[in-house]
């Protein structure tokens, strides 16, 4: 059976990440001079912390190639096929280090690497589709195949409740930033084409906002795939995200509506109160 790797940006829950028998590469998050692995000894809350101490926003960097090189070894010792996903690559180089590890461990016709030319859970949409056909026993052809069909697909978006963070992290001018601030703006972040890109922008509360944003997406969400949903947030106010589940249970389309915490990575660049709707469309 194909084993499937994910870098952490994939946003995926430890529920899902154990029903789907799914490893993950950690990439790493730097506050000052201390280094932190994504998903493991460091929560998005002591981020926000950091960051607004030190009015900056961390820096994060790529998986090491010796973690790579460890997440593979077991599964190319037993000459068994790996895919591996890695967030865009306009914004790291996990997907080249994971190329090296296999290299590393002259794998590389056992380890299949796919830039998801995305990020969160629009990556974790992927990789969990790749995970049910690795347990129906689909080859890595066919596997892959399907993927990069599906990979344009994906509708991924956010909502953000500050520009603080986008700016801080060079994502967003100062004039930007500051307009939103003032006006009570909120963009609409777009994934397209393995880059962020602002779309609309919501003026007001975010409560307001959020489901005003998700109610826009309803012609798409009623052109989903209708097997999954996802609702990726960075801690948001538990009404709020009851309101977009109840909303989208609503719509009668969805046999999952998963929700997931935005990891570390993410939420650096994000900042607290962002929350997205992601699925695939038809």
Do not use: H, M, Q, W
């Given at each position: 059976m194909v084993k499937i790797i994910s870098d952490s940006t994939c946003d995926l829950s430890p529920e899902l990440v154990k029903?789907?028998?799914i490893d993950i590469l950690p990439l790493h998050i730097l506050l000052g001079e201390k280094e932190y692995e994504d998903g493991k000894n460091?929560?998005?809350e002591e981020i926000f912390a950091w960051s607004d101490e030190h009015k900056t926003t961390p820096?994060?960097?790529a998986p090491s190639l010796a973690d790579a090189v460890e997440i593979m070894r077991p599964y190319v010792e037993e000459k068994?096929?790996?895919i591996c996903f890695?967030?865009?690559?306009?914004m790291s180089t996990s997907g080249n280090v994971m190329r090296l590890a296999a290299e590393d461990l002259e794998a590389a016709d056992f380890v299949t690497v796919i830039d998801?030319?995305?990020?969160?859970?629009?990556?974790?949409?992927?990789?969990?589709e790749a995970a049910v056909m690795a347990q129906e026993g689909k080859s890595v052809a066919e596997i892959t195949a399907v993927i990069e069909h599906l990979k344009p697909k994906v509708r991924a978006s956010f909502i953000v409740d500050t520009l603080l963070y986008l700016y801080r992290g060079g994502r967003c001018n100062a004039v930007s930033a500051m307009a939103g601030s003032v006006l009570k703006l909120h963009p609409k972040i777009v994934v397209e084409n393995g880059a962020m890109n602002a779309a609309k922008k919501y003026r007001?509360?975010?409560?307001?906002?959020?489901?005003?944003?998700?109610k826009d997406m309803e012609t798409d969400l009623k052109n989903a795939c209708p097997e999954r949903v996802f609702i990726t947030h960075s801690g948001c106010d538990r009404e709020v995200v009851e309101e977009v589940r109840a909303y989208l249970q609503g719509l009668g389309i969805f046999q999952e509506i998963l929700e997931t915490r935005a990891g570390g990575v993410i939420s650096s660049h994000c900042g607290p109160g962002t929350l997205g709707?992601?699925?695939?469309?038809k």
């Open positions: 029903r789907y028998d460091i929560t998005p820096k994060t960097s068994r096929e790996v890695s967030i865009s690559s306009s998801s030319a995305n990020l969160s859970t629009g990556i974790g949409l992927l990789v969990i007001g509360k975010l409560k307001s906002v959020i489901i005003s944003y998700v709707v992601l699925f695939i469309a």
